[in-house]
């Protein structure tokens, strides 16, 4: 039972993670109809962030602090000079969004050396609930994860601004046609995305260390998650991650439970039965779990 709370809690943690990451990506496929191949690489931006302002000799939470507006700022410089370009042609932008990726994954790489550097968190130690210990810093990834994704809900239901962008996902032509200036709500969610990842970045590089494929982890997982959810919702690709988020770390935990099925199901396997998984979901209900409407 204590390990299976322990894993629960890890799940809980990873799935945050994915929630952020997966958040960003989500609103701007609905919103521009583009997948961006370069949102792992925000997530290695903002990881990368921390590690500068460390090196620096500055304290680690200030470079978590600096990342998401840093990585914000990156995107946004990259979707108007760049990304606005290919907004008519699909492929076109998955293509360029692909190669941004490779130009910044390949210039961290030679930046860092290509080694693994590991980033301690700004808050240590473990809390123990009964005969149970848990990460502090998981449980303030959780705690932060739920504040900003409220925040974010709020925003999208609440405010005007969040109304032009629900409009613009529903319908981009009858939001020009209201007098909406799509190109700025285009540039916004595109930044507001990357810090979106920039954040997840940060927030995790504390508990898989800094190196180069970091952000490849959480793309494809994310990619998953989005088209689990279903996009053009906000609750969709926040289930999306949850599902994601629970399979692999519920496989380590099944294999330490019942040991004769670590033969049966290897680290290997977990990964592709997520991929079946993702498969079988999306054939039966190629809409996502939750169906488009307003958010």
Known sequence: MDEFIKVTFDILSFSCIMVLVVSGLAIIASLMGIFNFAHGEFVLLGAYTVFV???????????????????????????????????KAAIAAMLATYAIGLIIRETVRGLIGGKFWAIEAPIEGVFEIGESSFSIWRGIIIILTIIIMSGCYLFLTKTNYGLKIRGAMENPSLARACGISTNKLYAFTFAFGAALAGLAGALVVPLYSLFAELGLRFLVQGFLA??????????????????????????????????????????????????????????????????????
Do not use: C, D, N
Not at 54 to 80: I, K, Q
Not at 229 to 252: D, H, K, N, R
């Open 226 to 295: 989005v088209m689990l959810g279903g996009a053009g919702t906000f609750e969709g690709p926040v289930l999306g991650s949850a599902v994601i988020g629970a399979m692999v770390p519920g496989f380590q935990w099944l294999r330490v439970e019942i040991p004769f099925i670590s033969y049966l199901l290897s680290p290997v396997f977990a990964e592709v039965f997520v991929f079946l998984t993702a498969i079988i979901i999306v054939k039966f209900r190629p809409q996502g779990l939750i169906k488009k409407g307003r958010i």
């Open 53 to 87: 302002f460390r090196e620096t000799g500055l304290p680690v939470w200030s470079g978590m602090l600096a990342a998401p507006f840093l990585v914000g700022a990156f995107g946004l410089l990259l979707e108007v000079t760049i990304i606005k370009r290919f907004y």
